[in-house]
């Protein structure tokens, strides 16, 4: 079983800046595509940015040129770097990944979540 750990939440002002991590621990062959996904209060969950193995990268439009998504596939890990951070960008932030199994099966699972807000 994988398991993602996420971290670097937290209360922030507007204009401000924070990093989430996450990093998958357990047994598996492989973490394949990463990414961060958000759920604000009333509101469905929402894909935040995607990366691939390769690192190749995908974002929503709300966040293109203020978040930046990397990995470091050698620690299991990805980030989130948001800048330039606004009251609408308070959620819930989760971390989900493509899991190949020791068995070569592919699976998605997902983080416990970290709650980011953004207020003065």
């Known amino acids: 079983q994988v398991q993602l750990v996420e971290s670097g939440g937290g209360l922030v002002q507007p204009g401000g800046s924070l990093r989430l991590s996450c990093t998958a621990s357990?047994?598996?062959?492989?973490?394949?595509?990463m990414g961060w996904y958000r759920q604000a209060p009333g509101k469905e969950r929402e894909l935040v940015a995607t990366?691939?193995?390769?690192?190749?990268?995908n974002y929503a439009d709300s966040v293109k040129g203020r978040f930046t998504i990397s990995r470091d596939n050698a620690k299991n890990t990805v980030y989130l770097q948001l800048n330039s951070l606004k009251p609408e960008d308070t959620a819930v932030y989760y971390c989900?990944?493509?899991?190949?199994?020791?068995?070569?099966?592919?699976?998605?699972?997902w983080g416990q979540g970290t709650q980011v807000t953004v207020s003065s």
């Open positions: 357990g047994r598996f062959f492989r973490i394949a595509d």
């Open positions: 989900n990944a493509e899991v190949i199994s020791t068995g070569f099966n592919e699976y998605r699972t």
């Open positions: 990366i691939t193995s390769g690192s190749s990268t």
